[in-house]
């Protein structure tokens, strides 16, 4: 068939050439999705900004279908639900660094570290908490001020410690000398 009479059959046969054309993406949907995929790696910001658009335009119907997906798959609901603590916890740690920093910067003691410092000590104290020796995850350690910022301490890496919660709780404006003495006692 040349490239004119394909034409003339397609608009003379609409519903017809649109069945071959949904037969025609069936068959090649693999290579489709390859062929989109490579497009889409190559556009990661155009990517980003359709996907948004689509968000919009479909957001009742996409939720629906996730609140479905959600009742109905139980596999599916706890996969996600790990998921969603996990970014919880990562977002946790996050922010409570951050709140670390702006204490810090607000008792105005001088002094910082970056977080290739901190993760350099915590693998460097082999993920333990200094006080009681308990393992730490990147979801339980804290940040411990030896000397606490409310006493003059600094947030240079050399006055952080690791602390898991409970001890970092308790120790709170005690040196480090005074609450080993208690916690001894
Ligand atoms: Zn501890």
């Not at 059959?9 to 071959?20: G, M, V």
């Not at 155009?46 to 996409?62: D, F, G, T, V």
């Amino acid at each position: 068939m040349s490239a004119e009479a394909s034409k003339r059959y397609r608009l003379a046969h609409p519903e017809r050439w649109r069945e071959i054309r949904r037969r025609w993406r069936e068959r090649n949907r693999e290579s489709e999705r390859a062929k989109a995929k490579v497009w889409f790696d190559a556009h990661p910001e155009r990517h980003k900004e359709l996907r948004r658009r689509h968000y919009r335009k479909h957001a009742e119907e996409i939720r629906r279908k996730e609140r479905d997906h959600l009742a109905s798959d139980p596999v599916y609901r706890s996969r996600k639900q790990a998921s969603t603590r996990r970014w919880a916890a990562a977002n946790l740690a996050r922010r409570r660094a951050l709140e670390t920093k702006r204490e810090a910067k607000r008792r105005g003691n001088g002094g910082s570290h970056t977080a290739i410092e901190w993760v350099t000590l915590c693998w460097a104290s082999g993920w333990c908490c200094s006080y009681c020796g308990i393992r730490l995850t990147t979801d339980t350690v804290t940040r411990d001020h030896r000397t606490a910022l409310s006493r003059g301490g600094t947030d240079s890496i050399e006055n952080i410690a690791l602390a898991c919660r409970p001890c970092n709780n308790r120790k709170y404006t005690k040196t480090e000398t005074e609450f080993r003495a208690a916690v001894q006692s």
